[in-house]
């Protein structure tokens, strides 16, 4: 006998759809969403040094959008919360411990020392084939102080010390400053004078009746022209799309702007949790939130005083609208003109021929519209602002700004047209447009054509990293922030007797799976993740319950606890 569930399809239906169900791998997806378990792994090789044995680990794609990988940036936005909330109403310093070398480190600096003297040796001795043995012994300790934790790069001196680089461009770098024309820094006039303090180390705001309050800010862009309560433009051709595309570009280096004028202002070091989101109009505005209490007429004054001025070549006319764009001549390795055959102007001598007395390229401000909040320490209203900082975090601009009528449509395509013909940064292939050779131009350069994320339609100028944090504010990196979680998670199972260890990074090497590789199927991937992840929980719950449970109650395998008898 068949037995159906009520909401199973008939085995004869009319429309066809018995055989309509889902895939194996969508119901492996599907569990894996609810279980949050990563659905698009990145699949590794991880070779056990001490067994030799290779296994396939699927490791978290890492997402940040929720349309690519709903876990993965439901886990990432639970990591921006638990910043912000960390960081927002601190009364104390935040510690920053400076990393220490361990044995490791110093064995291999001073094997590394030894390499270089044994190098300059060498190049007395015009010995080349030492020379060159020597070099690449240095970088393969370089790649082991790099494996082993080390922040930055060594120094390339011990390598180019024949090649004279060094000198070579550190004298053209004085030439190349002495010649450039310098800008002035004195503010403009129709801006706002400000106090300048100078800015103390202190990052925690004041007591106030024995609270510590925290600010909430939301800033904005001016007015561009009249819009409809769906954003689009009552009349597009009075509507400045131009400049709504140039400020969307400068809003994060205004933005900076504005901190470090408040900060001069106040003369403490203000920490800041900042987060950049469309408007409807498809303008950017930024959700602000500022550690410590600062009094609301400070706020006004430096939003009302703060601009950022872009010094760049003119681009009030296109100088090549059409098809016949400039030219790369391979014989002078720079692009010319497509008629007279002339070299273009390149970016130094541009910015270098603007005049003391003209005006900058743009200015960007932050419109008239100010809004501020107190935010009390520990309260609801605390905690559901940190829901609304990040309350878009896991959606894209374009699933935000979802255009449900013709008039969005073509207002988006407008302002999506206005950024395509606007330059986003001196290495911009749209200023050969313009008649400029962008920075680092060269023959693979296609003129118009930039890849960067502010002239995407999906974008609309946003930056790439939405969310805006100072250095200290909480001290700690996202990567510090997921160990936390996860090391809170290790001492909850450590209370109850399991115990978790940590893996040795070094017993373990990871790659690439090579092409033609058979490995497991995804499905596969998926049902191994899920069983391991449904084991923690299962593991977390008991702890959580044992550390609950009131004495003499039954703990979580079901086992009484009986306490001695008095």
Not at 101 to 111: C, I, N, R, V
Not at 295 to 324: C, F, I, N, S
Not at 475 to 497: M, N, Q, S
Request: glycine content about 6%; overall charge positive.
């Amino acid at each position: 006998m068949t037995i159906l569930r009520d909401d199973a399809p008939l085995p004869n239906a009319v429309d066809g759809s018995a055989g309509r169900g889902p895939s194996f791998l969508d119901i492996a997806v599907a569990t894996a969403e609810r279980h949050g378990v990563c659905v698009r792994p990145v699949i590794l090789e991880q070779t056990d040094l001490d067994t030799g044995r290779r296994t396939f680990v699927p490791v978290p794609c890492g997402a940040t959008l929720e349309s690519k990988c709903p876990p993965c940036a439901r886990k990432h936005k639970a990591l921006r919360q638990a910043q912000c909330r960390e960081g927002w109403h601190l009364t104390e310093e935040p510690s920053t411990p400076r990393p220490r070398a361990t044995y490791d480190h110093e064995g291999l600096l001073s094997y590394r020392a030894d390499l270089a003297a044994a190098l300059n040796h060498a190049r007395e001795g015009q010995d080349a084939s030492e020379v060159a043995s020597l070099r690449d012994e240095i970088r393969w300790t370089d790649e082991q102080l790099t494996a082993l934790g080390m922040r930055g790069n060594a120094p390339a001196a011990a390598l180019d010390a024949d090649t004279g680089a060094g000198e070579d461009s550190a004298g053209s770098d004085e030439e190349c400053s002495a010649t450039r024309s310098r800008r002035s820094t004195r503010r403009r006039d129709d801006a706002p004078d400000l106090p300048r303090n100078s800015v103390s180390d202190r990052t925690v705001g004041r007591e106030f009746g024995g609270h510590y309050s925290s600010m909430f800010v939301t800033l904005t862009m001016p007015s561009y022209g009249k819009v409809f309560g769906d954003g689009s433009a009552r009349d597009p051709h009075r509507y400045d799309y131009d400049r709504a595309a140039r400020d969307a570009i400068c809003c994060a280096r205004l933005f900076s702007r504005w901190i470090q004028n408040l900060r001069r202002v106040v003369g403490w070091n203000v920490q800041y949790f900042a987060v950049v989101e469309p408007q409807k109009r498809g303008a950017p505005h930024l959700h602000i939130a500022l550690r410590g209490h600062i009094p609301r007429e400070v706020l006004r004054k430096v939003t009302q005083a703060t601009y950022h001025q872009v010094w760049w070549p003119p681009t009030g006319e296109m100088r090549y609208p059409g098809a016949d764009v400039p030219l790369w001549d391979k014989r002078h390795e720079t692009f010319i003109d497509p008629k007279t055959r002339k070299p273009l102007a390149d970016w130094d001598h541009a910015v270098d021929a603007i005049g003391p007395e003209e005006a900058p390229a743009h200015t960007a401000r932050f419109g008239p519209r100010l809004d501020i909040q107190g935010i009390a320490a520990n309260t609801d209203q605390a905690r559901e602002a940190v829901g609304y900082l990040c309350k878009y975090l896991t959606k894209s601009v374009s699933e935000v700004l979802r255009a449900r009528t013709a008039r969005q449509h073509d207002h988006y395509d407008r302002l999506h047209a206005a950024l395509c013909r606007t330059p986003c940064s001196p290495r911009c292939a749209i200023w050969l447009l313009y008649g400029v050779i962008p920075k680092g131009a060269t023959a693979k350069t296609v003129p118009g054509v930039c890849k960067a994320r502010a002239h995407r339609r999906e974008t609309l100028a946003l930056p790439c990293n939405r969310v805006l944090t100072s250095e200290k504010w909480t001290g700690k990196t996202l990567g510090d922030h997921k160990a936390d979680r996860i090391e809170f998670v290790r001492r909850k199972l450590a209370a109850v007797g399991i115990d978790k260890p940590a893996r040795d990074p070094r017993r373990y090497t990871w790659a690439t799976v090579a092409p033609g590789t058979r490995m497991p199927s995804r499905a596969q991937l998926l049902i191994s993740a899920i069983a391991e992840r449904v084991a923690w929980r299962v593991e977390y719950d008991r702890a959580i319950l044992a550390a609950e449970s009131p004495p003499g109650t039954e703990n979580d395998v079901g086992e009484c606890v009986r306490q001695p008898e008095r």
